[in-house]
């Protein structure tokens, strides 16, 4: 009876081993290591680039799997650089993205679908400006299986996120290229 039961217990370790071993993973994104990158059309001529940092996420994948099943991200709209000090100020003001009243950018999917080796697509809501709208990235997925990386790139309309009311309006583009670069702790 007693092996029985040292039987059972050491069979139910063994599941649980198992199960925790299958489980989701959740990671948090490294914010030292990660970035976003913009680029937009300016005065018909030449793009304007910037940065800002992510300042924190998560990303949650299946065991064995680098495509995520979940994501998650800030982003940092108050350390906006676009290499012009003059520049940056004027894009923290209510009439670009009002960083006083929404510091904070936050990105969270809500479906991803494998689109080849080592690929996907991320549909999820992305919140700037104190709007949200529905946003599409395309991802590829580089490091090892044991720590990938990911490499993302969309655009975005500025007109959907009600960045539309300044002076420049007319020679600024409306399309902006969003680029991220994600590594994970």
């Not at 990671?27 to 680039?49: C, G, M, N, P």
């Not at 003001?93 to 904070?104: A, I």
Request: proline share 5%; with cysteine; net charge negative.
């Amino acid at each position: 009876m007693r092996f029985r039961t040292y039987a059972v217990a050491a069979l139910a370790v063994l599941c649980t081993a198992a199960a925790a071993q299958n489980a989701p993973a959740t990671l948090a994104i490294d914010a030292q290591k990660s970035k976003a990158q913009f680029s937009v059309q300016h005065i018909y001529v030449e793009h304007v680039t910037g940065t800002l940092p992510i300042a924190g996420g998560t990303v949650v994948l299946d065991a064995g799997s680098a495509i995520p099943v979940r994501v998650s991200a800030v982003l940092d709209a108050t350390q906006i650089r676009t290499g012009d000090d003059d520049r940056d100020g004027v894009l923290q003001t209510p009439d670009w993205f009002d960083t006083k009243k929404f510091p904070t950018w936050t990105f969270t999917s809500t479906k991803i679908s494998p689109s080849g080796a080592g690929a996907f697509t991320m549909d999820g809501l992305l919140t700037l400006h104190g709007v949200t709208q529905s946003e599409r990235l395309d991802v590829s997925v580089g490091g090892t299986p044991a720590h990938p990386t990911y490499h993302a790139t969309g655009q975005i309309d500025r007109h959907a996120f009600g960045m539309a009311t300044t002076r420049l309006d007319p020679v600024i583009g409306n399309p902006v290229d969003v680029t991220l670069d994600i590594a994970l702790k």
